[in-house]
């Protein structure tokens, strides 16, 4: 398959530990973040989001923490398995004035050793 | 179900030539978008569409057009290809602007 992102930083975890992937994001006034896991040769896959009056959500085997008074952002997957090895990339979006868009970091690669 | 796709998967075009890249999506959703994915880059924005008959200009849209007759579909036109358009194209679309997008597969393009 093809390979996204030829130049990421890249995460490796033994297979059954946790993985934390970090995204810092860039205005103070974004108000929906969003996780997306990346496969080879494929589309983004949601994975889980969060509004900016949570600072923690969590879903199957993953959970998205907000700290908005440093603007990070990190998804925890608990116990990673070979499936999940992908680039992870997180989306924020930065207004509430109508304009839809999305502002996508560029991503970090997890590597799952077996 | 199949929620969004896109054709074709592959395409390799020469310079000047021109071609439509096509997305349907069977989710109901008005909030259609196009990106094309660089290595080592975010997504970035081409065109938007918040329902049938309304489009507008992202953050790259230069040398592309796009319409939306319907609210299934949402071709992207690339009139004169130029080796800058090589990239990975996806669409994806969302319920609104508070709900997450969902992605196609890409189309992987190459202009020579």
């Known amino acids: 398959g093809e390979s996204v992102g030829l130049h990421l930083p890249t995460l490796s975890v033994q297979e059954g530990d946790n993985s934390i992937i970090n995204c810092a994001y860039s205005?103070?006034?974004?108000?929906?973040f969003i996780w997306y896991k990346q496969e080879s040769g494929k589309g983004p896959q949601f994975i889980i989001d969060?509004?900016?009056?949570?600072d923690k959500r969590q879903g199957q085997r993953v959970t998205v923490l907000l700290n908005k008074t440093v603007k990070h952002l990190s998804l925890q997957i608990a116990a990673t398995q070979p499936g999940d090895s992908a680039v992870y990339f997180c989306?924020?979006?930065?207004?509430?004035?109508?304009?839809?868009?999305?502002?996508f970091g560029t991503g970090t690669r997890l590597k799952v050793l077996a | 179900n199949a929620g969004v796709t896109q054709t074709p998967k592959f395409r390799i075009l020469k310079i000047g030539q021109s071609m439509t890249l096509q997305c349907t999506q069977d989710m109901n959703h008005n909030y259609m978008y196009w990106y094309r994915q660089d290595p080592g880059m975010g997504l970035k924005l081409i065109y938007y569409?918040?329902?049938?008959?309304?489009?507008d200009k992202g953050e790259v849209p230069n040398g592309y057009n796009v319409s939306r007759s319907t609210t299934e579909d949402f071709p992207l036109r690339l009139e004169l290809a130029a080796p800058s358009q090589t990239s990975v194209y996806f669409c994806a679309t969302a319920q609104n602007s508070n709900q997450p997008q969902h992605f196609g597969d890409g189309t992987r393009l190459s202009i020579l």
């Open positions: 969060i509004r900016s009056n949570m």
């Open positions: 989306a924020e979006t930065p207004d509430t004035s109508g304009t839809y868009k999305y502002i």
């Open positions: 205005n103070s006034a974004s108000d929906y």
């Open positions: 569409s918040v329902g049938a008959g309304i489009t």
